[in-house]
């Protein structure tokens, strides 16, 4: 055997990989990035790492917060649909929700685009997507990372990753350590299913023999893809608004409001939820009765309707919720807190699942 190299090696791009597309995808998106420039970051791309000078951000006392978040299976529908337009404002919402909870501002974001095969203009669009829910979140788009993985992943798949981070002054941490019995529970509706329970979704289509161009069942006039595709709902500008009277708040994401309302509450103290309050979307109806999905694993498995839940004392709910709607929001009571005896969220009434 003959160890003399050949004459025409193998390039990168033979191998399924092209470094000057992802170059020129770079230089693409780098006016969406600088379309979200904040006090502290100038959203420049291009170096190893993202700089961002807290110091410029006006907090005192900051402490910082972290998140990062994927957008789970809803990326199939949107491959098969070739709709990638608001899978990026989903990503950016699920991680931005996970930091408001705790009171946070965002502060700055990084996205992780992976695929089989990098198509410039499919890239451009998630990363358009991004850019839009860092401007409504106010967050800066200061890095992130595309990584062509022919072999690992499908030629037309991709997936991805965010990483967002905040601040709060430390004195203004949530949850509060004053939560106490007879506080109530304002729910902030979701948009639909946001970006959680998809893998469910995706079974009750096909066991119903939909595809996502069929006219949606819940809503004939677009199709099921677009309506389960509409992105995730971004709270931070109307949670904002209502600091610092809220004493605790719960993103309602996977596991719903049975496993997500206990994360903010002291051990002393439960949830109790009239079911009956609660204003689910249509399509949940139809996830319910096609799926013949039990209402304790809806509750377990999806928003149903409630894409954030806010904690305040009795006194201030009036005011809190003048200053929601009064940032567009249709705020509604749907429980309070109570001494917690066993379980630590109490359901009473009966879901009324719309047609």
């Not at 951000?57 to 491959?79: E, N, S």
């Not at 970006?195 to 006039?221: C, H, K, Q, T, Y």
């Not at 694993?297 to 709607?325: H, K, Q, S, Y």
Request: with cysteine; glycine share 12%; hydrophobic share 50%.
């Amino acid at each position: 055997m003959s160890d003399k190299p050949a004459e025409k090696g193998l390039t990168y791009e033979q191998a399924g990989v092209n470094i000057d597309t992802a170059e020129r995808l770079v230089r693409a998106i780098k006016p969406l990035a600088a379309s979200t420039a904040r006090p502290g970051a100038d959203a420049d791309l291009g170096g190893f790492g993202a700089l961002f000078d807290i110091g410029a951000a006006g907090f005192t006392d900051p402490i910082l917060v972290a998140a990062t978040d994927g957008v789970g299976t809803k990326l199939k529908i949107a491959i098969e649909t070739g709709q990638h337009g608001g899978i990026g404002v989903d990503l950016v919402a699920m991680c931005v929700n996970d930091l408001i909870v705790q009171g946070a501002t965002p502060l700055f974001f990084l996205d992780y685009f992976a695929c089989g095969a990098l198509d410039p203009a499919v890239a451009e669009k998630v990363v358009a997507g991004i850019a839009a829910g860092c401007k409504e979140a106010g967050a800066a788009l200061i890095g992130g990372e595309t990584a062509e993985m022919p072999g690992l992943y499908a030629r037309q798949d991709y997936d991805l990753a965010g990483f967002a981070v905040g601040a709060v002054e430390r004195s203004a941490v949530l949850p509060r350590a004053d939560l106490a019995a007879g506080d109530v529970i304002i729910a902030l509706p979701s948009s639909g299913v946001h970006a959680n329970g998809f893998s469910l979704v995706r079974r009750i289509a096909a066991d119903a023999g939909l595809d996502w161009m069929s006219p949606a069942p819940f809503a004939p006039e677009i199709t099921l893809g677009e309506a389960l595709l509409t992105p995730t709902r971004i709270y931070v500008r109307p949670v904002l608004a209502g600091l610092p009277r809220i004493k605790a708040l719960a993103h309602i994401t996977g596991g719903g409001l049975t496993e997500n309302l206990p994360r903010v509450l002291p051990n002393g103290l439960a949830a109790a939820v009239d079911l009956a309050e609660l204003r689910p979307q249509a399509m949940f109806g139809w996830l319910a009765r096609q799926g013949g999905v039990r209402d304790a694993d809806m509750l377990r498995t999806f928003n149903c309707g409630v894409g954030m839940a806010v904690i305040v004392a009795e006194a201030d709910a009036g005011p809190i919720m003048d200053t929601l709607r009064a940032e567009g929001e249709t705020p509604y009571l749907v429980g309070r807190l109570v001494a917690r005896t066993d379980t630590p969220v109490h359901f009473t009434g009966q879901i009324a699942w719309p047609t």
